[in-house]
């Protein structure tokens, strides 16, 4: 299984980008899907999830109103449409798939047996 990160770039505080994850062969079907960040300095921090049946969403209480997570069916890919960006949101961005992730585990990037390679979101103020 082999994901692809895609989307990020530069962006002013305020404005929106949407990260799109790719995934090869059947589609995130039967997949937890994460997005993951990583600040310069800091370690990578949960951002966003949904569950393997796709009926439960979860989210990280610092984009909550702000971020969305998504699947698209049709173009095989894990969206992350984020809006009202601050300079705090700058990061690599890390989607991450798993078939054994169990509800209490969403939040865990260890939970995840599959990851992208990163996508660079830089906000300027």
């Known amino acids: 299984v082999q994901l692809q990160a895609s989307g990020g770039g530069l962006v002013q505080a305020g404005g929106s980008l949407r990260l799109s994850c790719s995934i090869s062969g059947r589609g995130f079907r039967n997949y937890a899907v994460g997005w993951f960040r990583q600040a310069p300095g800091l370690e990578r921090e949960f951002v966003a999830a949904?569950?393997?049946?796709?009926?439960?969403?979860y989210y990280a209480d610092s984009v909550k109103g702000r971020f969305t997570i998504s699947k698209d069916g049709a173009k095989n890919t894990a969206d992350l449409q984020m809006n009202s960006l601050t300079p705090e949101d700058t990061a690599v961005y890390y989607c991450?798939?798993?078939?054994?992730?169990?509800?209490?585990?969403?939040?865990?990037?260890?939970?995840?047996?599959?990851w992208g390679q990163g996508t660079l979101v830089t906000v300027s103020s």
């Open positions: 949904f569950s393997r049946t796709g009926n439960y969403r």
């Open positions: 991450a798939a798993g078939t054994r992730v169990i509800t209490s585990e969403s939040r865990a990037s260890s939970a995840y047996e599959y």
